[in-house]
């Protein structure tokens, strides 16, 4: 069994798809249960917010892994978590009978580094697509983005251009890398700093809402793709 802690937000029927939200650094898993119904306000969604496994002295919340300089994640901690998460997600697939190809993987800040992480590697499954607000695709020892094979993963990418944590630099070289990569990237900038700007909201729900618009609960209704 998963060694994270997590909290859910069931569908209001049958669920059209998975949204998994990961949190940004210092935060935990309550911290963006409360977007489930932001960018999902019909639940169409089976929602699940999962806690990093990091504690770090002196600092509040938990962490994905360790930062000694912004865009390039501590390799051992980072792996940690990579595993942890890897297999999170491989049991929630098996506990709600929904696919990777019904799965968007969101977050924020450090959790859009995940998502990244997860949705972009090579020796995992494909998601549906990966919501990226205030984050950056990270540079790290033993891992490496695997683009040829997702030429058709969609990617939303939105980051302040104020953001004094994670310059605005990180998400346009994201965009950069997807794209050259093949991948349809949705690209928004606002004024915003490390934050998620409420500007960007009413894009990434139209952005979900289409990329899971023609998934089915039935995992037989996803073979082929």
């Known amino acids: 069994m998963s060694e994270l802690v997590y909290r859910e937000r069931p569908a209001a029927g049958d669920p059209a798809g998975l949204l998994v939200l990961h949190h940004g650094r210092g935060a935990d898993e ?18 699940v917010t999962p806690r990093a ?28 978590a990579y595993d942890k998460l890897a297999g999170f997600h491989d049991e929630l697939w098996e506990r709600t009978r929904l696919t990777p190809e019904q799965t968007v993987f969101g977050g924020f800040s450090m959790g859009s580094v995940m998502s990244y992480s997860l949705g972009l590697a090579g020796d995992r499954p494909k998601p549906a697509g990966i919501l990226a607000f205030s984050g950056f695709v990270p540079t790290v020892e033993g891992w490496q983005p ?74 037989v209704a996803q073979e082929g793709r």
């Open 146 to 219: 695997e683009l040829a094979s997702r030429s058709d993963l969609p990617v939303f990418i939105a980051h302040g251009w104020q953001d004094p944590i994670m310059e605005v630099g990180f998400a346009r070289r994201a965009k950069d890398l997807l794209k050259a990569g093949g991948l349809p990237v949705q690209y928004l900038e606002s004024d915003a700093g490390h934050n998620i700007d409420p500007v960007h909201v009413p894009a990434a729900i139209e952005w979900l809402g289409g990329i899971l618009s023609d998934r089915t609960t039935a995992p």
């Open 53 to 80: 496994p990091l504690t770090i002295p002196g600092w509040p919340g938990y962490h994905w892994y360790s930062v000694a300089r912004v865009g390039f994640p501590d390799p051992d901690t980072f792996r940690a």
């Open 30 to 47: 309550h911290d963006l249960l409360g977007l489930a119904d932001v960018l999902d306000p019909e639940r169409r969604l089976h929602v």
